[in-house]
């Protein structure tokens, strides 16, 4: 499968790779492709109104909106009505939490993960704080970076009303077992919210297959603006009353998305589904855009698999560096630290060499505090598509200068 993956014409779509750089911060947010900048300038060039009026561009604003939530829909498996637009996970996260704890009673419980990113955390406890909820906490094993999904059958009860869940985590790459948590939830009872932010970029996306009731993800994790969508049975959607505005849609999904949306970046997002799709035109076997996505993802998970092997090996044949985690169904992230040097010195070392990598916490900061890493963190090295086996070698030989 992963011949059928030509890394330097995937490269080629991506303009600020010219640089020379070893862009190994792309769990932090990747480059955006040609044709996703293309997408954007288009939008603004051709000329965009707002929503719902009586001439041609503000049409055209309806249409991108309409097409935007059909490509979310292709990448996830998701239905269209039921993609709700906003800025960020995190944002959309704080929407979502509030608009469900208003059904929540003193005494509810809610369960959330130590393996999760803060922004499928606070909101949670936050909102749980508000309507008298208790929280429960899923551990994960510091010494793997596993999120043993057993534990679950204790944690979830009768009282149960959300179990909030990363489907990756975006230090150590851990991808838990979702589809059992969400099992767990569902038979109590209670609601599942998956973050899906880091898993997207990086393997094929069914919410269905998750169990997911809602899927989180944010497209400048995958080539896109900086916009994000939460993904749900629109019947789902139907059920909850946010805070809005009166005269805002009370349609759903309108009704979550607050104010006017962006909506060049939103013809952008579907130019970067449309690019995830044609990553590997050579595994997918025509066919539907979603089909298209599958299979490209598959090749991707594939291609950046091997390379993280590579880079997985080459930091453990470094004796002075120490790699966190080693779960067995992983994203490929790397969370390491260097004897002797502080996270945002061997980042700082890095970037001397050409090579961008991320120190601190990365907003992991429970996963972090339990594997004794705060304040500092540690540094991370993720891979994505467009990351090719020079990026790597960059990266260890870097490190290798740092030893003794
Ligand atoms: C796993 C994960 N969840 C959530 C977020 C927050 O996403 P956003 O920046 O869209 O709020 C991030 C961002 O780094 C992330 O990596």
């Not at 949670?124 to 429960?136: E, K, P, S």
């Not at 990756?168 to 599942?192: E, F, K, Q, W, Y």
């Not at 269905?208 to 400048?220: H, I, M, R, V």
Request: aromatic share 6%; with cysteine; glycine share 10%.
């Amino acid at each position: 499968m992963a011949s059928t993956f030509d890394v330097a014409r995937v490269r080629a779509s991506y303009p600020a790779l010219a640089d020379g750089h070893a862009y190994l911060d792309g769990a932090a947010g990747t480059q955006v492709p040609l044709p996703v900048i293309d997408a954007i300038a288009t939008a603004y060039r051709t000329g965009i109104g707002n929503m719902g009026g009586a001439f041609a561009a503000s049409d055209r604003s309806d249409l991108i909106v309409a097409e935007c939530r059909r490509a979310l829909a292709d990448l996830t498996g998701g239905a269209p009505s039921g993609v709700v637009l906003g800025p960020s996970m995190t944002a959309l996260t704080y929407r979502i939490s509030a608009a469900l704890a208003r059904g929540w009673a003193p005494g509810d419980e809610i369960v959330v993960s130590r393996l999760d990113h803060d922004a499928n955390i606070r909101p949670w406890i936050q909102a749980a704080a508000r309507a008298g909820a208790v929280v429960r906490w899923a551990e994960a094993d510091p010494a793997t970076g596993e999120l043993p999904a057993s534990q679950y059958a204790e944690l979830v009860g009768p009282r149960t009303r959300l179990v909030a869940v990363t489907a990756a985590s975006n230090v150590l790459g851990t991808r838990p077992d979702v589809a059992a948590i969400a099992r767990a939830a569902r038979a109590a009872g209670a609601l599942c919210y998956v973050d899906g932010v880091h898993a997207t970029p990086h393997v094929p996306v069914e919410v269905a297959a998750l169990g997911a009731d809602f899927y989180a993800t944010s497209a400048y994790k995958w080539a896109g603006p900086h916009v994000a969508a939460v993904v749900a049975d629109p019947a789902l959607l139907e059920t909850l009353r946010p805070d809005k505005l009166v005269p805002s849609s009370d349609e759903v999904p309108g009704r979550f998305e607050r104010g006017t949306l962006p909506f060049a970046d939103l013809a952008g997002v579907t130019a970067a589904v449309e690019h995830l799709a044609s990553l590997s035109p050579g595994s997918a076997s025509g066919g539907s855009r979603r089909q298209r996505v599958l299979a490209s993802m598959a090749a991707v998970e594939d291609y950046e698999m091997a390379l993280f092997a590579r880079l997985a090996d080459g930091l453990a044949a470094l004796g002075h560096v120490t790699m966190y985690g080693k779960a067995a169904r992983r994203a490929p992230t790397a969370f390491f630290t260097v004897a002797g040097h502080a996270p945002r010195d061997v980042a700082a070392h890095l970037a001397a060499r050409g090579v961008n990598v991320w120190n601190g916490d990365n907003y992991a900061y429970e996963l972090c505090t339990v594997l004794g890493l705060e304040p500092d963190g540690a540094v991370r090295a993720g891979l994505v598509h467009y990351n090719d086996a020079s990026d790597v070698d960059r990266l260890l030989t870097g490190l290798a200068e740092l030893s003794a």
